[in-house]
């Protein structure tokens, strides 16, 4: 079973080449209902190792409440059927921060009555891991807008100097042919940049010429 919200990026980020996440092991005795943390565990919830005993209504309490039904699902669901799962969601540990973590589990069964006795599996931290895939999407939508408001720009001028009108009816120019050829304003906008620079141009088009290009192709 997969659970993948709220996003799978951050573990894709954490398992990529040259990132360390920080991964802890663990161990469900599902007849005693003991946990067994690893170090890694103890500290991404917060704790010096050894500090607590795990124990499944740790594990709970410490989900975040939005997501908490859903691990708890997943558990129960892994612990009835066997089948390996995976489950990606946030916790707030004991200082009360917010991390995010990947866990994977599968299950052993016992060998005479094939009962399953057994979950483990890794936890792993990927907060950092999803905070920086998150900054790396900023970043890019920020690049993308700057590249379109400089497209917009350019446009506007040449449209501008074409038909011989002010900055705001060059503007709105540009934005009635995006309506009517229902066409993104930031792809008309680049669209009409590449037309005008391709080699060989040494002109601004004439207004005819502009107003073809602005009306789209014909059907």
């Known amino acids: 079973m997969n659970d993948s919200e709220p996003s799978a990026a951050a573990v894709e980020a954490a398992l990529a080449p040259g990132h360390r996440a920080p991964v802890g092991r663990y161990r469900l005795d599902l007849v005693t209902g003991q946990w067994a943390w690893s170090d890694e565990i103890f500290e991404m919830h917060g704790f010096r190792p050894g500090e607590v005993v795990p124990t499944t209504e740790l594990v709970l309490a410490h989900k975040h409440p939005d997501d908490r039904e859903r691990v708890d699902h997943v558990l129960r669901n892994a612990a009835a059927t066997g089948q390996p799962f995976s489950s990606l969601h946030r916790i ?23 009962s399953i006795t057994e979950l483990h599996g890794y936890f792993i931290d990927v907060t950092v891991a999803g905070r920086e895939q998150a900054q790396r999407e900023a970043t890019a939508s920020i690049r993308a807008s700057a590249e379109s408001r400089a497209s917009i720009e350019q446009a506007k001028g040449v449209v501008m100097v074409t038909y011989g009108v002010s900055e705001e009816e060059a503007f709105q120019r540009l934005r009635t042919a995006s309506n009517e050829r229902n066409v993104p304003l930031r792809d008309l906008a680049a669209g009409l940049v590449e037309w005008f620079a391709e080699p060989g141009t040494t002109r601004f088009p004439g207004a005819d010429e502009m107003t073809e290009f602005l009306a789209g192709p014909g059907d």
């Open 92 to 114: 707030i540990d004991a200082q009360g921060r917010t991390r995010t973590l990947a866990v994977t589990g599968q299950s052993r069964r016992d060998p005479d009555s094939g």
